[in-house]
């Protein structure tokens, strides 16, 4: 009886124990995630009042942003950090909102218990409890500037400043925590003798998907800062960070994920904001190495570089330890998401990457696409970003992440920076028109006084064909079963097969609605027909073979 008391006392006094660490962990959680904004001292630029000019145009005295004909929301701001994320909040306050509406319902989807979301907010905010600490205080007061526009509605995330600031290393978080790929993008390059008239074009796709609806607003923002280079890059409400862009000095930068480690070591500067301080900073490829080696970042990226100063192209291939470069030494250059640098040849994860992942058959498809249509001009990059087949032109089903064109992306562009021009893809994906933007005019413009279209129209590249065909409303279908299941719903299994037959997602999908009804033979029956066609990554085959195992358990008890 006494040792029994003796072992509840020390029982007791162990768990009494165990919960005080928890609460102080608890507490230091709190208090690390807890992000405080920059003082600036001069705030004045908050007294500033937007202006509804003409239509759809609204200013900030020479400050502008516009809702053009083609759907793409065009943005021009200048002046100091704080004073240009003031004007950019203001000019696109009801943007931030629904971006972020957008982004935190898809969450809300992905973790629908209250308390995870909870938890993983203060887990995040953990990680990411040096973020400051890696952030210019230039991008700081910037990002403070925008989050005096934010909803209030959003302080169940955190403070407006903190949530903002988050955001910009909401990528960095996600790819590394699960490698879950989000940003899965293509990118190329070609010049001499590879292009009609010789100088450099470059693309790329932006594949990143968190819900249609974030995709829906894009801006296409056009920034003269008080330090550094004019520039311009496709982003959405809230977001300062580049992930394709290009400067008045001809150059281009744009990012491409690869496999990464969990980040223990805690934050460090974002991807997009590495990118960004490259595009204001850097006017040729040295320039932006020396940014790039600077900066710690804690995952691994790709950045393609283009230079009219230097005419190529090099890819920056950075992990959170080292950095090296990949110069192809010839007139082209392709990117996808894994690296190609003798450095980084034999990394474990690179090699895993190679094996398991899309990316070296993506990889090799670009590279037979252009070595198809040398010499290059802005159409064919539009071709080449937009071609949705398998190698040799195989059919590998709609929307295979093994495509260039995964029929998921959220923006793609195409560079000459010869000529200071940019073409912007319009809705959907890459499919409608790529608008043509020539930065010398924009930025020659003193304020906009009147709603007119800024881009050089008789430039744009026309909407893709596949657009208006019977393949593409079938794709739609496919898609709405998918989001179906995504948000479990119910799917007509018939329809999602029929509406991409050659795609082994189609069979995926109506497997696992099959499988999560417990039709356990039928769900089996589409998982072997989804292994029969071009299945995307080696994980997802192994995903598929193990749903096989599981339901003929269940068959056999």
Known sequence: MRFLKKLGRILGYTLGILLLLILIFCGYVWWVSDIKPPEVTDQSAIYLQ??????TLYSIGDNWIRHSRYGLYEMYVSGAPFERGVKNGKLSQRLI??????????????????????????????????LPNNVTREYQEEIYGISKSASDSFDWIGKNYARILNYHAAHDIGHALQNMMLVGCTSFGAWDSKTANGSMLLGRNFDFWVGDRFAENKIVAFYRPDKGNKFAFVTWGGFTGVVSGMNDKGLTVTINAARSDIPWGGAATPVSLVAREVLQYASNIGEAISIAKRRKMFVSESFLVGSAADHKAIVIEKTPDTLAIYDPGKDNIQCTN????????????????M?????????????????????????????ILRDRKGLHGADIGEGNEKAVNQLIAHHSVIFQPDSLRMWVSTQPWQLGTYVCYDL???????????????????????PDTFLYSAAFRNFELFRKNKIALLQKRPVDTAEVVHGDPNFYDAYRVA????????????????????????????????????RIDYCKKKLNH
């Not at 058959?361 to 590279?367: E, F, N, P």
């Not at 009804?517 to 989804?530: Q, S, V």
């Open 97 to 130: 909102t629904d971006q972020e509406e957008a982004f935190t319902q898809e969450i809300k989807r992905m973790v629908p218990s209250h308390a995870y979301l909870k938890f993983l907010k203060y887990v995040i905010g953990f990680m990411n409890k040096n």
């Open 338 to 353: 894994h690296y190609q640098s003798k450095a980084f040849e034999h990394q474990k994860l690179n090699v895993e990457q």
């Open 355 to 383: 094996q398991k992942s899309a990316s070296v058959y993506r990889y090799q498809r670009l590279q037979e696409l252009m070595q198809q249509n040398y010499p290059l001009t802005p159409q064919k990059i539009a071709d």
């Open 511 to 546: 497997g696992d609605y099959c499988k999560e009804r417990k039709w356990y033979a039928a769900a089996i029956n589409y998982y072997k027909e989804a292994l029969r066609h071009e299945v995307a990554t080696v994980t997802e085959r192994e995903a598929i073979t193990s």
């Open 440 to 462: 010398r005019k924009i930025f020659a413009l003193n304020g906009l006084y009147r709603d007119q279209e800024i881009a050089d129209t008789v430039l744009n590249i026309a």
């Open 50 to 55: 937007k202006v509804h000019t003409d239509s």
